[in-house]
C-alpha cells in the first residue's frame, strides 16, 4: 500500500477496463485526469455517479479532462452494470472503468481502507494534472454519492492557479474575484493583474478572473 500525497506523480499501471486495456500515463496522454473508485458495480449510489459522469462528457472535454473510474469487479460485470446505467440514468457510458480484480490499482492509490471495508474500494478521487502529479485527493464514504459540479470547480480553480498568480477563495465559482497569492508584492501585481485589486488587508487583496 503505498501513501500518495499532492505533488507526487500518479502511479502508472496497465489495466484491463470496459473499453480494453490502457496503460494509465499513455491513455492521459497531454490531458488532465480524473481516477476515481466506487466500492462495487450493481449499487445504487454508484449507478447515479457514474451516470452523472457521463452526462458531464462536455464539461470534462471543455477543461480537457479525461475521466476513469475503479472498482474490484471484472470487466464482464462493468459491461454488463453499464447497460443499467444507460437505461437508469438516461445516457451512455462514455469513459473506460478499470476492473481492478485483483486490487492492484487500488492498492497503488490506497483506495480501500480496511477499517471502512476490507474489501471493497471506498470512494477515493484524484485529479492528475497533465505532467501526471496529483493535484486533488478527496475520500467520501460508500454512503455518500459525489458531488461532480464541485470536481468541475475545483478543476476550474486548478487550471486557472496553475498559469495564474492568484488562489480562489472559499466557494469560487468560474468568474468570481480571485485572491492575489501573498508571494506577489504590491509593484507586481500592479503589472500583473490591469483589472485592478482591492487591499482589503495587506495579506488579502481582490482581483477579477484574470484570464
Ligand atoms: C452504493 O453505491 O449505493 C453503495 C455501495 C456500497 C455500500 C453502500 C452503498
Known amino acids: 500500500m ?34 476515481f473508485s466506487h466500492p462495487a458495480d450493481y449499487t445504487p449510489v454508484c449507478t447515479t455517479e457514474l451516470g452523472t459522469t457521463a452526462k458531464y462528457k462536455d464539461e470534462f472535454d471543455k477543461r480537457n479532462v479525461k475521466v476513469a473510474a475503479l472498482s474490484v469487479d471484472g470487466v464482464e460485470s462493468h459491461k454488463g452494470w453499464i447497460v443499467d446505467i444507460n437505461e437508469t440514468q438516461h445516457t451512455t457510458v462514455n469513459f473506460p472503468i478499470i ?9 497503488l492509490y490506497d483506495m480501500i481502507h480496511p477499517n471502512a471495508n476490507s474489501k471493497l474500494t471506498v470512494r477515493s478521487l484524484f485529479i492528475i494534472a497533465p505532467d501526471k ?16 459540479d464541485e470536481i468541475l470547480r475545483v478543476i476550474d480553480s486548478l487550471q486557472l492557479t496553475a498559469y495564474q498568480k492568484v488562489a480562489t477563495p472559499a466557494n469560487w465559482q468560474a468568474g468570481d474575484d480571485c485572491v492575489i497569492v501573498p508571494a506577489v508584492s504590491n509593484e507586481e501585481a500592479d503589472k500583473l493583474f490591469p483589472k485592478g485589486y482591492k487591499e482589503v488587508k495587506p495579506y488579502l487583496r481582490m482581483t477579477p478572473q484574470p484570464n
Do not use: M
Open 2 to 35: 503505498a501513501t500518495i500525497r499532492l505533488g507526487d506523480v500518479a502511479p502508472n499501471f496497465t489495466a484491463d477496463t470496459s473499453q480494453g486495456e490502457i496503460n494509465f500515463h499513455e491513455w492521459l496522454g497531454d490531458s488532465w485526469g480524473v481516477l
Open 133 to 148: 502529479t496529483v493535484k486533488l485527493i478527496i475520500t467520501y464514504p460508500a454512503s455518500t454519492g459525489r458531488n461532480f
Open 99 to 107: 476492473a481492478d480484480e485483483d486490487g492492484k490499482v487500488a492498492n
